[in-house]
């Protein structure tokens, strides 16, 4: 079965960095387009950006110019660097991908932006 499993959150001052991992299973993962999004206590899930099999990037306004999507296909994992974090990105970061019509997310990982 599809798994996605994200790690890479934590607690991260403003300004700072994190990079964020999400490991795929059960896909063809050199396949898929994959795909970054979030969601704040009390809000909306946003989306932040994806990777399509052929790694073009796009990205949501909010980050774009400070996260990067990057893809490794020997290793199954996609990636989310981000930089300049400010304290509005703090959230829940998840991982997404549609296989066989169905959209499958991760778990999620927790991402705070504190001084």
């Known amino acids: 079965q599809v798994q996605l499993v994200e790690s890479g959150g934590g607690l991260v001052q403003p300004g700072g960095s994190l990079r964020l991992s999400c490991a795929a299973s059960?896909?063809?993962?050199?396949?898929?387009?994959m795909g970054w999004y979030r969601q704040a206590r009390g809000k909306q899930r946003e989306w932040v950006g994806h990777i399509t099999s052929g790694g073009s990037t796009n990205y949501g306004d909010s980050v774009k110019g400070r996260f990067t999507i990057s893809r490794d296909n020997a290793k199954n994992t996609m990636y989310l660097q981000m930089n300049s974090l400010k304290l509005e990105d703090t959230a829940v970061y998840y991982c997404t991908t549609v296989h066989v019509g169905n959209q499958y997310w991760g778990q999620g990982t927790q991402v705070t932006v504190s001084s």
């Open positions: 059960g896909i063809i993962f050199r396949l898929n387009t």
